[in-house]
């Protein structure tokens, strides 16, 4: 059973940065793919970004493209979301997802159909 469990959100004044991280278990393939998405109160969800699981490649929404960084420790079964430059558009929870590869991931984003999801981790940003 795949398990995924985010840590790390909190409230940062616009302009600092934040790092998430999620824990992950349970996957038996390599063709995975891990990552974010949010969602801003009234607003739909959103894909942020995703990481490839068999060859470590990433791949950002045009919003965080050049200030959101996601990483992979596979020792340590955790991915990580290092988000510099916070805007206030950037508040929302952020939850950790994953499915089966990383195409589509906005797109699954926003219907809210990703195979697997956590509990979601509060970003607050202050102006």
Not at 50 to 69: H, L, M, N, Q
Not at 75 to 93: C, F, G, H, R
């Amino acid at each position: 059973e795949v398990q995924l469990a985010e840590s790390g959100g909190g409230l940062v004044q616009a302009g600092g940065s934040l790092r998430l991280s999620c824990s992950a278990s349970g996957f038996t393939r390599d063709d995975y793919g891990i990552g974010w998405i949010r969602q801003a109160p009234g607003k739909e969800r959103e894909g942020v970004g995703c990481i490839d699981g068999s060859d470590g490649s990433p791949y950002y929404e045009d919003s965080v493209k050049g200030r959101f960084t996601i990483s992979s420790d596979n020792d340590k079964n955790t991915v990580y979301l290092q988000m510099n430059s916070l805007k206030p558009e950037d508040t929302a929870v952020y939850y950790c997802a994953a499915d089966w590869g990383c195409t589509g991931w906005g797109g699954l984003a926003k219907l809210g159909i990703h195979k697997w999801s956590g509990q979601g981790t509060q970003v607050t940003v202050s102006t």
